[in-house]
């Protein structure tokens, strides 16, 4: 049965004693209040890798990963984190084609391909993002839109390696913006992908892969987009910051 995930997803926030204590905070809380049933992902910027991982020491449940990898293994690429090495320091998880990479650092489905294979191949689960603008949200072609994010990027996998990977619907409208997709828009296009997985791959392997929601997730909104039944958890950016906010959407499940 595939897995609940709530992905934290820290962006270029906090310094080294800030991740700390947010870290120790989430950890606490999640052994405190008794939470199991719920994988937890915290993707800090690159340095806090190392020492978020030792603070998350062996927590069943709580996992750390980076938020982007290198599309090459080693070498002359000044300022590049290669997945071996972001492997080798304890990460499990890397968030691939934020909406902000794609933008921001024109990363396209190509290269994008090319970074989850790498993952893969180093033991890492990459976190897919995928998600449309505004503009193609009000044409009404979201759907084949971002069903073609997963197509181009994903659809060389094999059936294997696709049930390792997790996929994190994003409408670019909804993050950071304070305006949420309903549930029932969530829903709606969390089905459209898993029938896509699923006419590729088939029902079984497509009923594996965990679909997370992004976007202005937040714990007054995370019950009810939680409750949907495509909807198998949430990568969240603002809220990730805060260690109350953060478990209250892990425990709306
Ligand atoms: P947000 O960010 O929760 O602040 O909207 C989500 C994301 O970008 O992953």
Partial sequence: MRKKIIAGNWKMNLTLDEGQKLTSEIVNMYK????????????????HI???????GDTPGVFVGAQNCSDKDSGAYTGEVSANIIASFGAE???IGHSERREYFKEDNELLSVKVKKALENGLIPIFCCGESLEIRE??????NVKFQLTD???????????????AYE??????????????????????????????????????ISILYGGSMKPDNAVELLSKPDVDGGLIGGASLKSRDFIDIVKSY
């Fill in 171 to 208: 409408p670019i409208w909804a993050i950071g913006t304070g305006k949420t997709a309903t549930a029932d828009q969530a829903q709606e296009m969390h089905f459209a992908l898993r029938r896509h997985l699923g006419a590729k791959y088939g029902k079984d392997v497509a009923a594996e």
């Fill in 139 to 144: 044409a009404g072609t979201h759907e084949p």
């Fill in 153 to 167: 990027s994903l659809f060389d996998l094999s059936a294997e390696d696709i049930q390792k990977v997790v996929i």
């Fill in 50 to 56: 190392f020492p978020v991982k030792k603070l998350i």
């Fill in 93 to 95: 998880y890397v968030i």
């Fill in 32 to 47: 405190d209040e008794k939470i199991s049933d719920v994988t937890v992902v915290l993707n800090p910027p690159f340095p």
